[in-house]
């Protein structure tokens, strides 16, 4: 119990770098002007990510190792939960955009936390769990200069700043049966987005000046939200060992997540000022405009996902792991459909990713060799994001791979398990058609901790 202690006692601190650390990165792409702001963070946990983002199918036992992580995107996993799960993601993304017209060139890089999730089984005769955490969604944060020339030779200068993002509060609770399970997520998704724009005349004519104008436009909204899912597998072929206790079972796993079309209640300022702004010190003049606590509504899409994988199962006393996985996933949101921001539609357009991903755990009961019981990675992501800024469609394409390493090893007396999971992903956001691409690749670091919490001790 005083482990349980000094972890409660740093969920706090773990949240607060969290939100702070999130809202100061800087990743100054045109992108996250759009729609609700970059999808900077990979929506899922580490070792998902490594698999090019499976969740929808991805059970308990494809952990690999002894311990497990936290599915928070399939809640249909929760009643499969077999101990108690600390789960914590940081996300390291370096950028490097191109433009063609005209010629530009932007690298940003940033480290923030991805995901905070814990997970606990309820009653595991019953196969009854829950889960609980915080996750960042999306991302708005750029600052971008645009000059002009007129016929005259005179300038007209545009800084563009944007601030803010989605995050998620949320619980969970699932239960399991043989073949089938049900889940459901909820709680609060919430954010801001803080928008400013300083337009500065400049005069070849010493003798006339002009004085800067902001326009900005600051909201803050949130809403609750419910997200279901669904998991189920069956067994396409068992071979039995001598052991009677120990067998291979080669089976499909299933699985499929809906997140129910969502409202978020906004407040929102509007301020038109003069003044000085780009100095270093705003330096007001005058207030134009300045309209207060307007109430209004964000409209977000549903969205579907749905999967299966086939996996070879190992099963014996000490335990049931995954010997390798392959797996297909299709996710769509119909952002152009739905979407709106107080009552204004933007530049978006329905999305889809086509994920495919494998896995392969060597032998996990060797433990006499230590890369044996290693779990290794691999997936593929296409499709089209849901920006479109140009009117010609995003193109996303990225790979990814993917460990997990076990950091103590399993002993029949010791029923705690500490896994250090890592996943790499590169890959590129636009093609030819479009005037902006963007490459990246993100390095994820994620820990799970893994224990037998709340178990009343016996003696004989």
């Known amino acids: 119990m005083l482990f349980v202690k000094k972890i409660i006692r740093l969920i706090p601190l773990l949240v607060l770098v969290c939100f702070q650390t999130t809202s100061k990165a800087q990743i100054n792409s045109p992108f996250s002007r759009y729609g609700l702001g970059n999808d900077v963070f990979n929506n899922q946990n580490t070792t998902s990510q490594g698999m090019g983002g499976l969740t929808a199918a991805y059970t308990n036992s494809m952990n690999g190792n002894f311990g497990q992580s936290v599915n928070f995107n399939n809640p249909a996993t929760y009643g499969g939960l077999y101990m ?53 969604l999306t991302q708005i944060n750029y600052s971008l200069d645009q000059l002009k020339i007129t016929s005259t030779g005179d300038s007209l200068y545009n800084n563009f700043i944007g601030q803010g993002g989605l995050n998620q509060a949320y619980i969970g609770f699932g239960k399991s049966w043989k073949h089938v399970s049900i889940g459901f997520n909820t709680g609060y998704n919430f ?132 010997q390798w996985v392959i797996g297909l996933e299709f996710n769509k949101s119909n952002w152009k459909d739905k979407y709106s921001f107080y009552g204004q539609p933007d530049l978006v357009s329905n999305d889809y990713l086509t994920r495919i991903g494998v896995q392969f755990c060597p032998n996990v009961l060797d433990f006499e060799n230590y890369w044996s019981t290693v779990t290794y990675r691999a997936g593929f992501t296409t499709g089209k994001d849901y920006i479109n800024f140009d009117q010609n469609g995003l193109k996303v394409n990225s790979f990814t791979l993917g460990l997990s390493l076990p950091i103590r090893k399993y002993r029949s007396y010791d029923y705690q398990f500490s896994v250090l999971n890592m996943a790499l992903q590169f890959g590129q956001r636009g093609s030819s058609v479009n005037s902006y691409q963007e490459s990246f690749y993100k390095f994820t670091v994620g820990y799970s901790l893994s224990d037998i919490w709340f178990n009343k001790r016996k003696y004989d």
């Open 191 to 322: 954010g801001k987005k803080n928008i400013q724009n300083i337009k500065s005349y400049l005069f070849n004519t010493d003798s006339t000046y002009f004085y800067q104008s902001q326009a900005s436009t600051n909201t803050l909204f949130g809403g609750v939200f419910l997200h279901l899912g669904v998991q189920g597998e069956f067994s396409l072929k068992t071979v039995a060992h001598k052991v009677a206790t120990d067998k291979t079972e080669y089976t499909l796993s299933y699985g499929g997540t809906y997140t129910l079309d969502q409202s978020l209640s906004g407040k929102q300022d509007v301020l038109r000022a003069t003044g000085t702004y780009t100095t270093g010190t705003e330096t007001p003049l005058d207030t134009v405009s300045l309209s207060s606590n307007n109430i209004g509504s964000i409209k977000l899409p549903s969205k579907l996902t749905f999967g299966f994988a086939i996996h070879k199962k190992e099963a014996s006393n000490n335990g049931i792991y995954d």
């Open 84 to 136: 108690t799960t600390f789960d914590l993601g940081m996300d390291f993304t370096s950028n490097t955009l191109k433009g063609s017209n005209p010629t530009t060139r932007f690298n940003s890089a940033y480290f923030v936390p991805n995901y905070l999730s814990i997970g606990l089984p309820i009653d595991k005769v019953h196969k009854i769990g829950m889960a609980f955490g915080l996750r960042p």
